[in-house]
């Protein structure tokens, strides 16, 4: 008996272009025609002015190690096939946080904060990899 998918995101109306853009290999950030500033979660309206004249953007895919847990149990499906795993907060190079997980980081240990990180698209979510 398969049970839930907790990693496999569920595209609606407004997310379909966030999901599609990854799938495609590309991190888009909302941004706000009003007070010009970038945010990531995408949302329909600006969290700083809530402005609703956001718009999409590509973002450059650059960003760097905020803060990191390396995961040793989770008990979810598919996560515990995958243990140990790195979940990070990452600060975007345009300005937004944004909370995902580290591919390509076989020694943890390397990892430390203001580490620069790139954009990669495992299975069409957007994570980072370390420029170890």
């Not at 379909?16 to 990854?22: E, G, K, M, N, S």
């Not at 990531?40 to 803060?67: D, K, N, Q």
């Not at 944004?98 to 299975?123: E, H, K, N, Q, Y």
């Amino acid at each position: 008996m398969s049970g839930p998918r907790y990693d496999v995101p569920e595209p609606d109306a407004f997310t379909r272009t966030y999901w599609d853009a990854a799938a495609a290999g590309r991190l888009l950030l909302r941004r706000c025609r009003a007070c010009g500033r970038p945010h990531h979660y995408p949302r329909e309206s600006c969290p700083h002015c809530w402005s609703e004249g956001v718009v999409w953007e590509t973002a450059s895919g650059r960003a760097t190690l905020y803060t990191w847990s390396v995961v040793h149990r989770n008990d979810l499906p598919p996560f515990g096939a995958r243990v140990p795993y790195v979940a990070a907060v990452v600060d975007l190079a345009e300005g937004p946080r944004m909370t995902t997980g580290l591919v390509d980081c076989p020694d943890p240990a390397r990892l430390r904060a203001g580490l620069p990180l790139t954009a990669a698209f495992p299975d069409g979510v957007p994570m980072f990899r370390p420029d170890l």
